[in-house]
Each structure stands twice: as C-alpha cells, then as structure tokens.
C-alpha cells in the first residue's frame, strides 16, 4: 500500500471492516488499528467477530465535524479494498486498492462536477428501464436563466445606455429606437451567450471543466442534462435572429450605412468568437474582441441608431467600458485557464504567468481610469462623467482578491463578482455623468463648466 | 414499535453518519458514508443521482449492512452497532419523490433547506433516489468494545 494512502488513514480514530458474509448479507465491524507507513503495513486488532482471511474486505475510515443547528462539515472518507493475512494477534491488509474523498481537498461543488458523467448514465439507464425520458428538471424560468447567463446581460445594458446618453447629450434622442436597440443588443449578447456554451461543449472545454463558478465555466445546461446541445443550438440561432431583425430594421428605419457595417462587425465578432474557422478566443483574441464588441461597436451602435452618424467622442467615451468588460472575460478566464488549456482555448491567463495575469489586470484597470480621466479633464467627454472613479477602489479589491486566491476557484468568486459590478458601477457612472451634463445643459441657460 | 434494541433506536435517531455496505459488481463489500434516517420501523437514506453507483448494486443485490461506530458524529453515544437487513430502492420521480424523507434529514441536517433553494446551481444533487432498509439482524457493542464478540437481535419475522 502506498504510503500517502496509510498517512490519511492514520488520522482517523478508528475504522470498519466490511465483508460479504456466507449468507450474503455484508458484515461489519469497527476495529483499532495502528499503520506503519514506512513499512506500507495496516494491521488491524483482533475483533469480537473474526475477521476473514479467505475473502476480500473493505475498509472504511470516515469522518465528519457536527455542527449543531446546521448539520455538519469536514467531510472526508477513505475506503480500501484487499484482503488480510493473520500475523499474531493482529490481521494485516494485504494488496488494497483505494478511493475516498476529502472536500478539504476537493471542494464538493468539484466534486459534484466531477460526476456529472455518473448522473447522466444513471439516469440514461432509468430511462431505459422505464420507456420515458427520466431529466433533471428546473423550472422553465430557471432554466432559460441559466441557459442564456441573463444577468450577464449588464455588459450590453451599460454600453448601450452610454451610446444613447451620448446622442442624447447632442440632442439626438428616440426612446422607441432607444428599446429597440437594447433588445437587439440583448438577443445577440444571448445569441453569443448560448452559441459559447456548445462550442465549448463540442470542443470540451466545458466537459473538461470541474471548477465552474457562477462567473466562468460556462451555463453548465449542457453538462447536467437540463437542455440538449440542439436544443441549445436552437436557442442560439433563434435570438441571432431576432437580434439581426431587429438590427436590420433599425438600419432600414434609419437609413444609415454606418449602422449597417457597426452591426455586421457585431455579429460577426459575436459568432465568429468561439464557431469555427475563426475561433477568435482560441487564438488568443478573446479579451480584444469581447471588449471591442461590448465597448466602441455596442456604445457606436447606439449612438449611430440615434444620430445617424458616428462620433469621436462616443469612440472616446467606449474606451473605458471596452476595457472593463475585457478584464471581467479576463478574470473569469482564470479559474477556466486549465480546462482551456486543454480544449486549445489560448486565453490571457493560459498564456501569462500568475505575476503576469495579477499585474496586467491592475496595468488595464489603471489605463481604463487615465483614459477616462484625461477625456473627462481635456472636456472630450463631460467633465461629470469623472464620478466614475469613484468605482476605482473596486479595482484595488478585485486586484487584491486576484493576488490571494488565483489558485481557489471558489474563493476567487468574491473577486469575480466585485469584477463584475466594477464594469457595472463605472460603466452607470459614465452613463450618469452624461445625465448629469444633459440635464444641466437642458435646465440651465449657462451650466458652469464643471457640469458639461 | 421497533423490535431494535433500545440503544441501536437512539444510535439511529442520534447517528448523523453512517456507514452502508453494499455488495459490489464482483460480490465485494462497497462502503459509503450517508446520513442514516430513522422513522422507527424502516432506515431511510437518500442518494443523487451523481453518486448512484451504490443504487445500482442495491438494485442487483438488495442485502446491505449499516455500521454506527462513530460517537462524535452521535452525541458522544459510545455504543457501536451493525445492522443487516434488505433494502429497495424509492425513485418513481426523483425529482421529488426523495421529499418523503425531507422531515427527517432536515432533523439531522437543518442547512438542507438553504441548500435547496440553491437547487438551480446543483439541479443534479437534488434529482435524488430513497433508499428504504429493512432491519432484519443487529449486531451491537456495549461501550464500543469491538474486542468483545457482541449482542445480537433478530427481526420477530426472521428468528
């Protein structure tokens, strides 16, 4: 027996012997026993009932920590199987094979990921038994909110809204063709959501993944039976085809070329993500694309179905938020870089050093404030839109939560999600900040500087 | 009223873990920590889908063994107890068919409910199959003394 093996047995107290008995029907016993690593030995005390020396045993050591009101934690098991020799008065176990599960060492939401494969095939074998497809369920609801990774939908929310705000600061302002807009932008941003959910899936990326989190890993619908890929390839095409309807509508009712060629760059970067020939994020160009389609080509977009032109500071104004949205995909990426790595996802994080990843998220947080800061001083975006500093102290947590826990995915949630409403919070403070100079300019005959 | 020993009753309703032996593929013993439940007549224990391997032999070969030993996981109980017996499987919806125990897992284990409503983050946890354990012959040690041979009962219907 291998001596890691008999270590973790030794710190448990006391451990059961099963065998089959000549009736059938297991027996059990708990026993003392002492290890000699070293040695490779486990020998176990004599017990009231005799132990077998004829057949194969298992043997057990568990152990669990109550906690009252709540139930218990400390989980932890080490099974062995073989079988044992007399040596004096003790028994010794001889050839074992092992298997246990410690949460300490692999947290249970790995665990439960791990054997996803299990529940598929049992349920695969009930339904064969019973003629009718035995699922898990969820209700539609949840379902479709996990499918589509609808709360996700905020990084096409805050570009969108700054688009308009910035139109809106010109004058220009449609609040139908303002809904529209959010509504194609949303259904391509579903489109992309669930089409990266079975590329990764056919690519096995997301199978080769046991560490999803809320943030990264994909929707997992596919993984755990909820929906099949077709199923979830029909999802994607149908809210492509809404969200390029919808765009085409926009660009005939608005006549504008610009919006045309913004909303053919959009959906191409949006499929061409993760489908095939392109495969951008597989090539390393992941974070770019992302923040390009969720930054100038969203913030662009909105303002082109406004004003029926494109404008540098919109292009300007997008900066930031591109920036924002690439280092949420950034930090998400980490927890996933392993089962990137392995499904040939050439991410930031698979590519860069730990130091590297770590420094290069504070070096893009810092570029995205400056760029806002100086447009926002030098007066080419409105000077309000400086409130959206005070989303800086955000960065610094999510930079020191990189730091700490780069290698816990699920204590790199926390991280994750401050990452997530750092884009969120700049992204509405920017869009404030254009509020605040529209109001001013609407209400008051001569703002003062500080609010244009 | 159960015919169980009166200290294998409350190692039962105390226990917050067990060890159940099933009768693997091969006719090997295979042994997985569970939650014992105890309504009195019948041991109850609930199983996902995930970790079903344990269903299946039960479904091949229902002759099964529960072990108590453990008394930091009953209360600071010392005795120690093995209990044979036969045991089915309950999963005509395992979706929700396994809420029949609910009043008694939520007894032992209270953090089951925040769980469940976790339940669209761990749909595959909570798609779950009952195991029911028919106690036919227990065997039980006083203090713990394994050493000792020890005590044995028989289900009325056995002996």
Redesign the interface.
């Known amino acids: 027996m291998d001596r890691e093996t008999l270590e973790k047995l030794a710190a448990y107290p006391r451990l059961i012997v099963a065998w089959r008995g000549d009736d059938g029907y297991p027996v059990q016993t708990a026993a003392r026993f002492r290890v000699n690593a070293s040695k490779g030995e486990l020998r176990i005390e004599r017990t009231g009932l005799p132990l077998p020396a004829d057949r194969e045993v298992n043997i057990v050591a568990s152990h669990i920590r109550p906690q009252p009101g709540v139930g218990y934690d400390q989980r932890r098991y080490l099974s062995l199987w073989g079988s044992l020799a007399a040596e004096g008065d003790e028994m010794v176990l001889r050839s074992a094979r092992s298997w246990g599960w410690d949460e300490n060492v692999t947290p249970f939401f790995e665990y439960v990921e791990r054997s996803n494969r299990q529940a598929k095939r049992y349920l695969g074998q009930l339904s064969r038994e019973r003629g009718v497809p035995v699922k898990p369920r969820l209700s539609p609801v949840w379902t479709f909110l996990l499918a589509t990774r609808l709360p996700f939908l905020t990084a096409t929310v805050v570009p969108i809204l700054l688009g308009v705000a910035v139109a809106a600061k010109e004058g220009f302002f449609d609040i139908g063709f303002a809904v529209l807009t959010l509504l194609a932008g949303a259904a391509i941003h579903i489109g992309l959501n669930v089409a990266n959910d079975v590329f990764d899936t056919l690519s096995g990326a997301d199978d080769a993944n046991y560490n999803p989190t809320q943030f990264s890993g994909g929707s997992r619908v596919i993984q755990r039976g909820l929906l099949s890929l077709r199923q979830m390839a029909a999802i994607s095409a149908t809210a492509y085809a809404v969200g390029a309807g919808l765009g085409l509508y926009l660009v005939i009712e608005r006549e504008s070329v610009e919006l045309l060629a913004i909303g053919v760059i959009g959906v191409l970067i949006s499929v061409f993500y993760t489908a095939p020939p392109l495969r951008l994020v597989h090539r390393g160009l992941g974070e770019m694309t992302t923040g390009i389609g969720f930054g100038p080509v969203m913030v662009m977009g909105a303002y082109a179905v406004q004003a029926q032109k494109l404008s540098a500071e919109a292009l300007i104004a997008s900066v930031p938020v591109a920036i924002m949205i690439a280092l949420v995909l950034y930090v998400n990426e980490i927890p996933d870089r392993a089962a990137d790595a392995s499904a040939g996802k050439r991410t930031l994080p698979v590519r860069m050093s730990r130091e590297a990843v770590t420094r290069g998220f504070l070096l893009a947080a810092v570029t995205a404030f400056a760029i806002l800061s100086l447009a926002a001083v030098s007066g080419i975006i409105p000077r309000p839109t400086l409130l959206a500093l005070l989303a800086a102290p955000l960065a610094f947590k999510v930079y020191q939560g990189i730091r700490e826990h780069y290698e816990s995915p699920y204590e790199l949630m926390t991280a994750m999600g401050q990452n997530v409403q750092l884009h969120l919070m700049s992204g509405l403070l920017l869009f404030g900040g254009y509020m605040v100079s529209v109001l001013a300019t609407e209400l008051l005959d001569s703002p003062p500087g500080i609010l244009t | 009223m159960s015919w169980l020993p009166a200290p294998v009753d409350e190692l039962l309703r105390t226990a ?2 067990c ?1 159940l ?3 693997g593929r091969r ?5 997985h ?1 569970l939650i014992p439940l105890w309504d009195g007549e019948r041991i109850y224990m609930t199983s ?6 344990k ?2 032999h039960i479904k091949r ?1 229902p ?5 108590i ?2 008394p ?2 009953c ?1 600071g109980l010392t005795d ?1 107890c ?1 209990i ?1 017996g036969d045991a089915r499987i309950i ?1 005509d919806d ?2 929700e068919t396994w809420e029949l125990v609910m009043p008694l897992w939520r007894a ?5 409910d925040f769980f469940l409503k976790k ?7 909570f ?1 779950r199959s009952v195991i029911e354990i028919r106690p ?2 227990v ?1 039980w ?1 006083r203090g ?7 005590r044995v009962a028989t289900a009325p219907e056995e002996a």
């Open positions: 917050l873990v060890e032996t099933v009768v006719g090997e013993p295979v042994t920590p996902s889908v995930l970790f079903s391997k269903l299946e070969d002759k099964v063994s529960v072990s030993s453990d930091v996981a209360g120690t093995s044979q999963e395992p979706h032992k284990e209270p953090a089951i339940r669209f983050a761990l749909p595959l946890f798609e036919k012959r065997l040690w713990g003394d394994t050493a000792q041979a020890p």
